[in-house]
């Protein structure tokens, strides 16, 4: 009974809850929209506020100015139509560094490339360009031009890379680069140290030829510009130039080539203080020999062999400098011409003191006043001691301290005292004739090479100067 009672109770309330709960799950779905409405107001207001603010918005792709996914940067812009024109200008920051022996230049400078990507168009009222570092690079097509006969090369990247890129609404690019390069340059020292150098920095595309990519100067001649202030130690910087032309491979056709022409011209003045100026002093001083007296062996061998060895110090230092090249150069013209002129005057000796000893032989026979024992140790002394033993030069006329004569004067002290009034008059009468004396003493041949030898060296020095400069 109680059981049947407890369903009749049920039964009764039923309606009451299910009405209860459909009202409570209405009411809980008007709190959810409401919550809804509030979060979509909430987050409107929030994103017109985003809007207001551009520079914290980042654009979705399809609201990108640079469309780059949409196209393939694989391809050349006009790719199976005509070749792409490419301007070019260059302006030098500096030469660095001139190297004969390895025969090539260094060179700073901006590099800028001018063409046309269509690709890379945009709509912008605000906007006259927009500006990309390096990073866009690998992104988009750009140039291969690269340096012919370059050795090494390589982009700045202190503090990060230096490259440039500006594109313009209408799809026109420029790509700019500082680049320090070192190239060949092909010289010619025939004519070194009073030489002019032309050297060339060449610019070609390395993969496009003709057909694909046409190189050109952007602004003709006045694409090349240069600091004022660029100097060398060496070299003077006489002018720079740009031309352009082809170039030609059996394997792959016709490139645009495009030139930096640049003379250098070198400064004469270190050369002429380290290699001109010591030559011509050595063959000056080559020359002394010639105004000393005959007799004096040791004093003019000594002199002669000096000026020969220093000579050749000067040759190989200034060889050591240059690179090993198979033809004569003007330096070296100069220096073995001084080196025969100082190679002469010892030969000149030479021949003096032979026909020396050849007369002094003859006057000792003619006279008859010596036997031939005597003479021959006569011979035997000037070899040994550098004396020319004429008997009345040494005897009476003699000057000079001589030690020739100090020993003949220790077998005769004990007759000193009987001779010393007539030796101080002859030697006091002698000082005032020792230029005459000098000249009678000299041989012939000293006499003609004082005036031939310079004679010569002032007539090849003008020729030299004047072929030359």
């Given at each position: 009974m109680?059981?049947?009672?407890?369903?009749l109770f049920l039964t009764c309330l039923w309606p009451t809850a299910v009405?209860?709960?459909?009202?409570s799950q209405h009411h809980r779905l008007h709190h959810r929209q409401q919550?809804?409405?509030s979060r979509k107001h909430n987050s409107k207001r929030e994103i017109k506020m985003r809007k207001l603010d551009?520079?914290?918005?980042?654009?979705?792709k399809t609201e990108q100015l640079l469309h780059i996914e949409d196209h393939d940067f694989a391809l050349r812009p006009g790719f199976g139509g005509s070749p792409i024109p490419v301007g070019i200008d260059v302006q030098v920051e500096s030469i660095d560094s001139i190297s004969e022996v390895d025969m090539d230049f260094t060179m700073t400078l901006y590099l800028r490339h001018y063409w046309k990507d269509e690709r890379l168009s945009f709509r912008s009222n605000k906007n006259k360009s927009m500006t990309f570092d390096g990073r866009l690079i690998k992104k988009i097509w750009v140039p291969d031009v690269f340096f012919v006969h370059s050795k090494r090369s390589f982009i700045h990247d202190t503090t990060v890379e230096n490259i440039m890129l500006r594109v313009y609404p209408d799809g026109n690019v420029l790509f700019s680069l500082r680049i320090t390069v070192s190239a060949m340059c092909f010289m010619d020292f025939s004519r070194f140290p009073l030489d002019t150098q032309n050297c060339s920095l060449e610019l070609e595309s390395y993969a496009y030829n003709e057909d694909d990519l046409m190189l050109y100067w952007k602004h003709g001649n006045k694409s090349l510009s240069t600091d004022e202030h660029i100097s060398l130690s060496q070299f003077f910087i006489e002018e720079f130039s740009a031309s352009s032309g082809l170039a030609f491979y059996s394997s792959t056709g016709w490139y645009n080539r495009l030139f930096i022409n640049f003379a250098l011209r070198r400064h004469i003045f270190f050369f002429v203080l380290q290699s001109y100026f010591p030559a011509m002093l050595m063959v000056m001083l080559s020359w002394v020999s010639f105004?000393?007296?005959?007799?004096?062996?040791?004093?003019r061998v000594s002199l002669g062999i000096t000026t020969v060895l220093t000579m050749s110090t000067i040759m190989t230092g200034v060889?050591?400098?240059?690179?090993q090249v198979s033809y004569i150069k003007a330096v070296d013209v100069y220096l073995w011409i001084s080196f025969l002129f100082v190679f002469l005057s010892v030969i000149e000796y030479a021949a003096v003191n032979y026909l020396t000893t050849i007369e002094e032989r003859k006057q000792l026979k003619k006279r008859g006043k010596a036997s031939g024992m005597y003479s021959m140790d006569a011979v035997q002394a000037m070899?040994?001691?550098?004396?020319?033993?004429?008997?009345?030069?040494d005897m009476d006329l003699t000057p000079f301290p001589d030690p020739c004569e100090e020993s003949e004067t220790r077998t005769s002290q004990t007759n000193i005292s009987n001779e010393d009034t007539p030796r101080l008059k002859r030697k006091r009468s002698l000082k005032g004739n020792v230029g005459r004396i000098i000249l009678q003493n000299n041989h012939v041949i000293d006499t003609y090479s004082r005036i031939i030898f310079p004679s010569v060296y002032i007539v090849f020095n003008f020729f030299y100067w004047g072929l030359y400069i």
């Open positions: 109680v059981l049947v009672m407890k369903l009405l209860h709960s459909s009202h919550m809804s409405f551009s520079t914290k918005v980042r654009p979705l105004w000393i007296d005959r007799r004096a062996v040791p004093a060889s050591a400098s240059m690179p070899a040994f001691d550098g004396c020319f033993h004429d008997t009345d030069v």
